[in-house]
């Protein structure tokens, strides 16, 4: 675990010009910023038409192969990110245990129950940031042993506790700040910790305080490395903080960019969207000889379905800008060669995704390997269910 750590954080920090940069703000160049140091790389990536950006933004692999040539030791450490699967027994679902989650995210909930009732390690067990208890439901009625489901939510906690109530179900819902350090109270030697997708600090403060507390066996799922108070990413363990790589905030957002594949019709609607933006973008620019980016707010997707005119007037509301002598026509079409060459770079950030998520979930790691954890990452699921799918295991030595 600590030779791969190396290895991934040596690459990251050699390789940071081809993924520390933000596509949408970079499209405004004309050029690709590699052409002095990989011309070879940006001749290969300028011969790209639009269908080949789209293949390859949806084939990794087939990326990893071409990029490989011109970015050497990229499909070695591809390799790094390979971790194994959990493999475990399926369960059979009580009645009506399922009620009110949705599909996917009752995949995803399967999935992980699968896992930890496999490798459960205590007799009681503590869900952290439980919303209305869908993951410790289906634990509850598998053991029968007491949960206890730490939310802030006081809505969602009476919700999840009705739920309780009527399937006779033993949980007890906690309503709690989970970056409190009161949380500690909470923990006793019986508990295996959970959670799945905590965000950002919320599944740090579990790991800090459960190795406080020392409990049997935790279980976590990280999500959304973005959502901290600090600007930057704190590294928890040792080799973590002696890494010359400071991940700030924006930086965190970079494996958060895999998604679940989507239909047409939110390809689409994204297209569109990020065009429209791109275009007005390039009028502000143009008519307020501007550098800087000027943010708008969010728009319904259907309003993309009344053109770019239509999405321009409506941002020049919240800009308070005069378009009576823009030329939309030809806005639109260099904000479709701007979305193109947004996409072409965002090719050379895909790889790296996986490996900048991989060194976070190994910082967190190493930690419990320091505070007398074994731990093991997995994969707890296919990423079609969610790309989120790595599970960090660990139980005291």
Not at 10 to 28: A, C, K, M, N, T
Not at 142 to 168: F, H, I, M, N, P
Not at 248 to 266: A, F, K, N
Request: with cysteine; aromatic share 10%.
């Amino acid at each position: 675990m600590l030779e791969r750590f190396y290895a991934l954080d040596r690459f990251l920090v050699g390789q940071q010009d081809y993924w520390r940069f933000e596509p949408f703000f970079q499209s405004i160049e004309r050029h690709l910023p590699w052409e002095n140091t990989n011309p070879a790389l940006c001749d290969w990536l300028s011969q790209l038409s639009p269908s080949d950006i789209t293949h390859y933004k949806t084939n990794l692999d087939s990326l990893i192969a071409q990029l490989s040539a011109y970015l050497p030791e990229l499909d070695i450490m591809h390799q790094l990110t390979k971790l194994p699967s959990s493999t475990t027994q399926p369960i059979e679902l009580a009645r009506n245990i399922d009620t009110g989650i949705p599909g996917r995210k009752l995949a995803q909930i399967i999935s992980m129950s699968e896992f930890v009732l496999a490798h459960h390690v205590g007799n009681e067990w503590l869900e952290w940031c439980s919303g209305k208890g869908f993951l410790g439901r289906i634990l509850a009625s598998q053991t029968r042993q007491k949960v206890t489901s730490l939310e802030y939510d006081a809505e969602l906690c009476q919700a999840g506790q009705e739920l309780a109530k009527k399937y006779s179900l033993p949980m007890e819902f906690v309503q709690g700040d989970a970056l409190s350090e009161q949380c500690l109270d909470l923990m006793n030697p019986g508990h295996h910790a959970v959670a799945l997708h905590a965000c950002g600090d919320l599944h740090v403060s579990l790991i800090r305080q459960a190795t406080l507390a020392n409990i049997p066996a935790i279980s976590i799922s990280p999500c959304c490395y973005h959502l901290s108070k600090e600007t930057s990413y704190q590294a928890l363990s040792k080799p973590g903080k002696k890494s010359q790589l400071r991940l700030q905030r924006s930086e965190l957002r970079i494996p958060l960019q895999e998604t679940v594949t989507g239909g047409e019709r939110v390809k689409r609607h994204r297209m569109l969207e990020m065009t429209y933006r791109l275009g007005f973008d390039l009028i502000l620019r143009t008519i307020n000889k501007t550098s800087e980016y000027q943010p708008i707010p969010s728009i319904k997707k259907s309003a993309l379905a009344d053109g770019f005119p239509s999405f321009c007037r409506w941002a020049s509301m919240v800009r308070d800008v005069d378009l009576t002598k823009v030329d939309f026509i030809a806005f639109e079409k260099l904000a479709t060669e701007r979305y193109w060459h947004m996409e072409r770079l965002s090719l050379m950030q895909q790889p790296f995704r996986r490996l900048i998520e991989i060194w976070l979930v190994l910082d967190k790691a190493l930690y419990l390997e320091e505070n007398n954890y074994k731990t093991q990452l997995f994969e707890f699921c296919e990423k079609s269910i969610t790309p989120r799918n790595l599970l960090l295991h660990a139980e005291r030595r």
